[in-house]
């Protein structure tokens, strides 16, 4: 009760600045309007403490809506991902061989830290391979939030000011409560998926698990029902404030240097993703808007959200990003050893500072 207690002003404040982005019609606001006021409390010093012991709640509820939008016609269309998802994997590797340099000349870093700052492989896994292969984590985890800060705030107000698309509140869940029997089908994917995703070691568990039971669910038309609107805006509010609190205790220069990077990282990438996506649209037929949303370098959780809000199509949009964190964790490894190799002296991949000789 007492640790519960104790994330009540964050989340005070993260529900105050959401209802202030609501009021003001701005992009997605119970999630970035409540990032946003966290993420300056916490700079400016005050002393708030993030949810992040009821994150994976939270997260396991976004899963499920996700889930929800995986109608039965989605099957039909997998054949054609294929192209989709072979322009992806390279669209990784050219990410890679932008966004790596950009860290270790544009912010001096040494090449193991800029290695994985660079990667676009999900926040909690490159932290972890960073911390392994003796990059420096703080820079790590800085290049990696602000990452998705600055890309769900590009992408939700590219689609909401120059797409004319309504990035609002309420496209991303059921109208109204479900019924008793669809209500707990809901609670059990949460649960179970969660369990079936940590047992199976997936990444991020809890959404993958929860995100696969609910997609088998409505697939198979055993349900047809999603998450209640109130539901899944508070769960945007926790999840904004989770990130918000991240910044808590960084030191404003470094945070400085730190957001001038992101921001040119994310503007770089992003182009390369614009022009993926028309490729894609060329060469598959693939909406532009879609497959942006596709190879944006935001969240999983934050780009799906912003796909249910535009009326994309969800499943392409998760099915692409749940490829690109296996396709990561998988190839980022290897590729560093070869890398590593390269940069220690001698060869022997045992290098104190990670820089050429």
Not at 4 to 17: E, F, K, N, R
Not at 48 to 64: C, D
Request: with cysteine; net charge positive.
């Amino acid at each position: 009760m007492t640790s519960l207690l104790s994330y009540l002003p964050a989340l005070g404040l993260g529900t105050a600045g959401g209802l202030v982005a609501w009021g003001l019609g701005l992009p997605l606001p119970w999630m970035l309007g409540a990032l946003f006021a966290t993420m300056i409390a916490s700079v400016a010093g005050l002393r708030i403490r993030g949810p992040n012991a009821i994150r994976p709640a939270v997260v396991a509820v976004i899963g499920v809506l996700l889930g929800a939008r995986f109608a039965p016609e989605v099957l039909g269309h997998m054949v054609t991902w294929i192209g989709t998802l072979s322009l992806l994997l390279v669209y990784l590797l050219v990410v890679g061989l932008i966004n790596v340099p950009w860290y270790r000349y544009a912010g001096g870093y040494d090449w193991r830290t800029s290695f994985f700052a660079g990667m676009p492989g999900g926040l909690a896994e490159m932290i972890e391979l960073a911390e392994a292969k003796g990059g420096k984590p703080e820079p790590v985890i800085l290049a990696h939030s602000l990452r998705i800060v600055v890309t769900i705030s590009l992408i939700a107000l590219w689609f909401r000011v120059i797409m004319g698309h309504d990035v609002g509140a309420g496209a991303a869940s059921g109208a109204g409560l479900p019924e008793w029997r669809e209500a707990g089908l809901l609670l059990a994917a949460a649960i179970f998926g969660s369990l079936i995703g940590r047992a199976l070691n997936w990444p991020a568990p809890t959404f993958l698990g929860p995100m696969a039971l609910s997609a088998a669910l409505h697939l198979s038309g055993i349900s047809e029902a999603a998450p209640p609107a109130v539901l899944v805006n508070a769960a945007q509010v926790i999840l904004g404030t989770v990130l918000g609190c991240r910044f808590r205790g960084v030191p404003l220069s470094e945070l400085r240097k730190a957001g001038a990077l992101s921001i040119g990282s994310t503007a770089l990438v992003l182009g390369v993703a614009l022009a993926f996506s028309h490729l894609m649209r060329i060469l598959t037929g693939t909406s532009p808007e879609q497959a942006m949303l596709a190879l944006a370098p935001g969240g999983l959780t934050e780009m799906g959200l912003i796909a249910l809000a535009i009326h994309a199509d969800v499943a392409f949009v998760a099915l692409h990003h749940v490829v690109r964190i296996i396709a990561i964790i998988v190839a980022a490894p290897v590729v560093f050893a070869l890398f590593e190799r390269r940069l220690a002296p001698g060869g022997s991949g045992k290098g104190g500072s990670g820089d050429p000789p």
